[in-house]
């Protein structure tokens, strides 16, 4: 299997990837072994592609979700990297403090208090503290 890359989804995937993760993005997807192929086809197309990019939400909005749903499942690592990717698109610290709140209410104190921590993190590994 190779990357799709003549597919319309694909392609707008991979500018959104490149838009929201720079360039260490696209090198991961360009270098895709036939293993992780698959995977790197349907994050890029379905989530990145035909997702990410629809009208409706602002990519704010969407990596402030995201930010939500991240904490909630216990997701560190795409936690940090959303929290990166809201400031990058417009969020403040102040959104994300918010953002948190109302999902500590939800998931826990335990949680909530872990979401806290990594998001502060990758605050301070931007200069967005």
Excluded: H
């Amino acid at each position: 299997m190779a990357l799709k890359t003549e597919d319309p989804a694909f392609q707008a995937g991979r500018e959104m990837r490149r838009q929201m993760f720079g360039d260490a993005s696209i090198a991961r997807l360009d270098n895709a072994d036939d293993f992780n192929e698959p995977l790197e086809n349907y994050v890029t197309s379905a989530v990145f592609g035909e997702t990410w990019t629809r009208p409706g939400l602002t990519l704010r909005e969407r990596c402030l979700i995201t930010v939500a749903i991240s904490a909630a499942l216990n997701r560190q690592i795409p936690l940090k990297r959303m929290v990166k990717c809201a400031i990058a698109n417009g969020a403040t610290k102040e959104d994300i403090r918010e953002t948190l709140l109302q999902t500590t209410m939800y998931i826990g104190v335990a949680g909530g208090v872990e979401s806290w921590a990594l998001a502060a993190e990758a605050l301070k590994e931007i200069d967005a503290y």
